[in-house]
């Protein structure tokens, strides 16, 4: 499973760099860079930190990330196969800042 830093600040799940869900789910099926791709699982931060009566608030260093990228290197049967994966905030939103194209899909 990747690492996960996440330069998302006002992401709810985010702790220090790190996100605190079990799992998350990045969209772009029809990514070409990674501006076309987005975290599903971000949450914005507001007053109330509970979030559907869950609250995930240790950093989870064994993080299973869902991927619908189909033109990322790293897209293998829809999971993310990197070391690492970067979160971030970008013009349009979140976005995998790890997203590579696959120039033969």
């Keep these: ?6 330069k998302v600040n006002p992401c ?3 702790s220090k760099g790190q ?3 079990p799992s998350i789910h990045v969209n772009g099926e ?8 987005a975290c599903q699982s971000f949450a914005e931060r507001t007053q109330n ?3 559907s009566g869950v ?5 989870n260093h064994s993080l299973s990330i869902d991927c619908d990228a189909q033109r990322c290197i ?3 049967n829809e999971k993310c ?5 970067c979160i971030s905030y970008g013009y349009t939103g979140t976005e995998c800042s790890s997203f590579e194209q696959n120039h033969g899909r």
Excluded at 55 to 59: A, E, H, T, V
Excluded at 81 to 85: E, K, L, R, T
């Design 19 to 21: 996100c605190c869900r």
């Design 81 to 85: 196969s990197a070391d690492s994966v």
């Design 74 to 76: 790293y897209n293998q």
């Design 49 to 51: 930190q509970m979030i």
């Design 30 to 37: 029809t990514a070409h860079v990674s501006s076309d791709t």
């Design 55 to 59: 609250q995930y608030d240790s950093p």
């Design 12 to 14: 709810s799940y985010n």
């Design 1 to 6: 499973m990747p690492a996960l830093q996440c």
